[in-house]
């Protein structure tokens, strides 16, 4: 499948990074697709970082995002590029455990076929049972592919 996305682009070196990390989690609540954050050097020395926001590529969701930035950051210019982009089918599935219900991603397309348990299903049976996530992992997954019909 393929789509188009618009991403937006700024350098800020003046705030903390408790600033920009909460911004971040602001764009993401406020449906961005994907923010990220990346050390960069910017004039006279001084370290700082580039924010990238990806968003749908419609005027409403541009403009909340938009908005957003200009709100949460000490920004005064942000850079728009957009972009196509190919992305697998996702579908959001549930599997039953012995460690409660766990939910899955499931993605295909392009021959590939990929499923992976949510994070926070993961973290809870972690530490309801005291394990690591990776055993986590290996505790929950033979039900998902049992779900699957695997």
Do not use: H
Request: with cysteine; glycine share 8%; net charge negative.
């Amino acid at each position: 499948m393929k789509d188009r996305v618009c991403e937006f682009e700024c350098n800020i070196d003046d705030m903390t990074a408790e600033e920009i990390a909460f911004a971040a989690e602001m764009l993401m609540e406020a449906g961005a697709k994907d923010v990220q954050l990346t050390s960069i050097g910017m004039k006279k020395g001084r370290p700082g970082t580039l924010l990238t926001v990806m968003c749908a590529d419609d005027e409403k969701a541009k403009d909340r995002i938009i908005g957003l930035i200009f709100r949460y950051t000490s920004t005064i210019g942000i850079r728009e590029v957009i972009s196509e982009r190919y992305v697998l089918d996702r579908k959001n599935c549930r599997a039953e455990t012995p460690y409660g219900e766990v939910n899955y991603k499931l993605v295909t397309g392009y021959g590939v076929t990929r499923y992976k348990i949510e994070y926070e299903d993961l973290a809870r049976i972690a530490r309801e049972q005291n394990i690591s996530i990776g055993e986590a992992r290996a505790l929950a997954m033979p039900y998902v592919k049992e779900s699957l019909g695997n």
